[in-house]
């Protein structure tokens, strides 16, 4: 189904703040029923935590939405939008935002965070660092690795000013709508988009990048599962694309990678660093029974961070897929080696 048209999604925004005055009005009612339904439930807290977290949560996409008006009317409704003041006006509420949700998530759910790669000087935190403009593969499994990984990008020791690549339907959300809208961004349809439109879209959002952007993409185009890895690589037979398939079957915990998107932004940004990321301690979160089954986490989330200079980036688009195809490959391996790797 395609996302309805803006005018339809931004009464949505009013349905959040009304949301909130409800469950604000009923918050006692609501701890009370939380606290004794937690008892009769397996986990520590599970159902309070839950509440916990959704009101936070609630709260914070209304306040960035109050922020986002005053910025369109200090804008001169919206005229001076696309000027770079504001452009990092939103990305610092962003910034701000994400901040708080990670510090959240980490002590509401109890999950930490681990990570492996090369030191970016002189944090030494795992994340590589660059002078140059970058693009940033991340992989896909599980609820919330999109928003850690734009986090990571954002936050003030790493700087970036992400451009992001992601599925249309993601527009539901009212902050995602207005901030990413406003915001370098490439909207990729669920049904009926044409391939040829999605590669032009990722190569124009990739070129003109600067020293400080960084343009993320998930290459796998989906969240991976077991099924939808079986049926990529039935597609990959389908269109005889067999020594890839070969490749795929070798990778039990990744989708295979599509290259179309990577070959665009590497096209059209030829000066820009690569880096490739992976990390478990999601993909079994991948319904809304496994996230009630998982939650509180209790869990270490691994990421490992994997950079490529430009100079080592090899132009040929043939050359490309392989190099994608390899370099997946050690995503996979790395994933079998951690503890909480999917099976």
Known sequence: MRVPPRWVRRPLALLLLAGL????????????????????????????RLLCFALAYLALEIAALVTALVLWVASGFGWALPRPAFQRAHYAVLRMMLAVIELLALRVFAVRIQTDGQGWSPLDDGVPGSTNAMIVLGRHAGPGDSFLLVRTLLDRDHLRRPRIVLKEQLQWDPVVDVYLNRLPTAWIPSEGGRTEDVLVSLGTLAAGMGDEDALLIFP???????????????????????????LAEAMPNVLPP???????????????????????GLEHLGTVRDLWAG??????????????????????PAEQVGWLYAHWAEVDAWITEQPTAAR
């Open 21 to 48: 005055v409800v469950l604000a009005l009923a918050l006692p009612l609501l701890l009370v029923a939380a606290t004794v339904a937690s008892l009769f439930v397996p986990g520590r807290w599970r159902v309070l």
């Open 220 to 246: 796998e185009g989906g969240n991976f599962t077991p099924r939808r890895r079986a049926r990529a690589i039935e597609r990959l037979r389908a269109g005889g694309h067999d020594e890839h398939a070969v």
């Open 295 to 316: 939650l509180p986490m209790d869990t270490t989330l691994r990421l490992r961070w994997d950079f490529v200079p430009a100079a080592e980036v090899p132009r040929d």
């Open 258 to 280: 599509r290259p179309g998107g990577v070959q665009a932004a590497l096209a059209a940004a030829p000066q820009a660093d690569v880096v490739f990321v992976a990390h478990t």
